[in-house]
């Protein structure tokens, strides 16, 4: 859960400032004369993904070579009689979320640096979102103590949550198939919901200079895109 929560503030809050520096210094009238702003903001997005991926991927390596490493020193075998047994469904599951929880955060900021004029302004913004990745990983303590429970079911199906709380859950007792699949399809939804709007704001937003978008503002190009 801290893993994915680092990757996703770093890489979120990243690909915000790559907005807004384009923004900035204009480049953005550049592109958009060669490609609609969909297609730039995702590529954007899909690019900066891969990065994270492969950030998370050494992590995980390094982090497996670490325990097979100390699994042959006699010891550290009590202490890693202790660990869970990571198998190769919940790396791939794990790597799932990630990419989900990449592209929820990575649009909303894409779009808070479509909405403002400097990375300043953006960091005020950027305090929701990051408070919410900080309440998914505090829930993550609630999810190992009892995975089975109320609350560990709502948290690892809820958009903006899941991504940092299902991994956990997984790790601590697997859950049904059918609460995995209706997390994905949940935040799938989420995903294209998200997107969608963020495309209008971006289209918008990133020709406007001089002054930082309103959320009434905001709304308007919405409904009007």
């Known amino acids: 859960g801290l893993m994915i929560y680092i990757t996703l503030a770093i890489y979120g809050q990243a690909i915000m400032g790559a907005v807004v520096e384009e ?9 958009f004369s060669s490609a609609r ?31 097979g490493f100390l699994s042959l020193q006699a010891d550290f075998q009590p202490i890693l009689a202790s660990v869970p047994t990571i198998t190769p469904l919940m790396v791939f599951y794990f790597l799932i ?14 779009l808070i640096g479509s909405m403002v004029t400097t990375v300043q302004e953006g960091g005020q913004f950027a305090f929701p979102p990051i408070m919410i990745m900080l309440a998914a990983f505090y829930f993550c303590f609630a999810v190992i103590r009892n995975p089975n429970s109320t609350l560990s079911f709502w948290v690892t199906i809820a958009p903006f949550l899941a991504p940092i709380t299902m991994p956990v859950r997984i790790i601590a007792e697997t859950p049904p198939l059918w609460q995995i699949l209706l997390s994905v399809s949940v935040n799938v ?3 294209a919901g998200l997107v969608w709007v963020a495309a209008r ?7 406007m200079y001089g002054k930082r978008a309103t959320i ?8 009007q895109a």
């Open 201 to 207: 704001v971006y289209r918008v937003g990133m020709l």
């Open 23 to 31: 923004k900035e210094t204009r480049i953005a009238e550049i592109l």
């Open 97 to 110: 979320y990630f990419l989900l929880g990449f592209f929820i955060y990575a649009s909303i900021f894409a």
């Open 216 to 223: 009434p503002e905001v709304w308007k190009w919405i409904r």
């Open 189 to 191: 939804a989420a995903i």
């Open 37 to 67: 702003p969909f297609e730039l903001m995702l590529g954007k997005l899909v690019g900066v993904g891969l990065a994270g991926l492969t950030q998370l991927g050494i992590w995980v390596g390094t982090a497996t070579a670490l325990l």
